[in-house]
């Protein structure tokens, strides 16, 4: 009796184990038949969707008392369409890190995350998250969409929720090449949130990617408005290293301030982007999103400006609540120096006008 007595107990310990800490398989496939027309002929290619990317990882948390857990979240992009990582070729490109959840002090983690800045806009105050082809989701490129050897603190103060964030650079010799310090908060209300977000980074050099953003959504019933604002500030001569490369910035999908196609820049480029939005969910199974984005390009070339103008709408029709089909069309329109500029966020080969839509599947696991 006492031996089955001790096993029982040691069973009950392992089930107990067991269900203080959990490991999860996911992923999302988002695949698209996209026509685009553009400055080197038009195209009919598969692609991914113009919502997400392709993803699989794995997240997990442990119970270590008190109200604190260990946590972790390992995720890799990849193109369904021939097989190859996205991210740089990176394993887990989109992100890893592994961290510290407290119920009472709040959540640090470690490791290679989504910039302070752009989570803000994206995850927050972006109709559709951010999205994922360049007509979707060129304000990316202004910020930063994901920085390696991040240290990043989020907690919530009653209806504000702060981040914090220091990427370090890891560059032999300096604390500042290559970092990027970034903070947002974000306070929700009845129906609604406001926020704002910063950051500064350094190229190996020393020059300044400064960015400053606001945002607001609204949702009323089955409507939604979206709105944020982007100004970002580089000096000239502002360098991001190569992919994979090691360098300051690497891996960051920044655009640089270097060379144009007047030659050297010499003077300081500023964007100024607005991005607004809006949802109609008339029934459960059915959604639509129109949104618009215009960036004014301050000194795309030395003296030379430029804007650009992007307007797509989205038809999304749920077949179920992990599978959905989507149809996506855009118009973007370049002008001035944006028409040609080799630090472009989007840029079509010379033309000025491009269209492009897509028919995607979407199912997540």
Wanted: contains cysteine; hydrophobic residues 40%; glycine residues 14%.
């Amino acid at each position: 009796m006492r031996k089955l007595t001790i096993a029982a107990a040691m069973m009950a310990a392992a089930t107990a184990c067991h269900a203080q800490s959990s490991v999860t398989l996911y992923g999302l496939i988002d695949e698209a038949v996209r026509f685009q027309t553009g400055g080197n002929g038009n195209a009919l290619s598969m692609s991914e969707g113009a919502i997400n990317g392709n993803r699989w990882g794995l997240r997990g948390s442990e119970d270590l008392g008190g109200g604190l857990s260990a946590i972790f979240n390992l995720e890799s992009g990849y193109n369904i369409a021939t097989g190859k990582s996205d991210q740089q070729q990176q394993l887990f490109g989109r992100f890893a890190w592994v961290g510290l959840q407290s119920d009472r002090f709040g959540t640090l983690k470690l490791g290679r995350q989504y910039g302070a800045v752009y989570s803000f806009f994206a995850f927050t105050f972006d109709p559709i998250g951010g999205g994922n082809l360049p007509a979707t989701e060129w304000s990316l490129f202004f910020t930063g969409s994901r920085f390696d050897d991040t240290v990043e603190y989020d907690n919530q103060f009653g209806p504000v929720a702060l981040k914090l964030q220091r990427s370090l650079g890891g560059q032999p010799g300096s604390n500042s090449s290559g970092s990027t310090t970034a903070g947002s908060a974000i306070y929700a209300f009845n129906g609604g949130k406001v926020g704002v977000a910063g950051a500064e980074s350094k190229d190996a050099q020393g020059h300044k990617l400064v960015v400053g953003s606001v945002g607001t959504l609204y949702t009323y019933g089955p409507f939604g408005l979206y709105l944020y604002g982007l100004d970002a500030r580089r000096d000239a001569g502002f360098a991001v290293a190569a992919a994979n490369s090691g360098g300051a910035l690497a891996n960051t999908g920044i655009i640089n301030n270097l060379t144009t196609a007047a030659g050297p820049q010499t003077k300081a480029r500023n964007d100024l982007n607005v991005h607004v939005g809006a949802t109609w969910q008339p029934a459960a199974d059915l959604v639509f999103t129109l949104s618009y984005s215009y960036d004014y390009a301050h000194n795309v070339t030395p003296g030379g400006n430029g804007t650009i103008q992007t307007v797509y709408g989205v038809a999304d029709y749920l077949l179920s609540k992990r599978t959905d089909v989507y149809l996506e069309m855009d118009h973007t329109h370049l002008s001035g120096a944006s028409v040609n500029d080799l630090n472009a966020p989007i840029s079509f080969a010379g033309a000025r006008n491009n269209f492009g839509a897509g028919l995607s599947l979407r199912t997540r696991f």
